[in-house]
């Protein structure tokens, strides 16, 4: 096995691939994580299952939701698992929300999802959370 040096540790750390956007599932916060864009972020809670990213800084005409978080997944009922499409798990959630944070989801635009495309996240099936 070939040695280490520094200068390879450092050419490792700093050789980052390209970002991809991607959607994750954290059981145990029970919430799934979307980042659209990698930047500086802040978040923004805007009902008490939805949380959105907005870029520090982003560059002029740039859009400033960079992500979001969806929490208390399985307060929802929803039956799925396996690999899921984020679009279908965000249509089947605000369609489960109450009236007036629905209302505020689809303001924000993320009752119609098309720029998610086809962004998939891995859900646990329920015996397994």
Known sequence: MKRMTLQDVRDKMFSAAPFHPYADFDDSMD????????????????SPHFTVLYDNN????????V??????FHEFGIPLFGVCLVSDILDSIVGKLPDEEASEI???GFANPSYLGEMQVEIPSFADC
Do not use: A, L, T, Y
């Open 31 to 46: 919430s799934i994580r979307i980042h659209f864009r990698d930047c500086s972020s802040k978040e923004v809670r805007i």
């Open 67 to 72: 992500g979001m978080s969806i929490k208390g």
């Open 106 to 108: 689809k303001r924000k």
């Open 58 to 65: 982003p560059n002029k005409g740039q859009q400033p939701i």
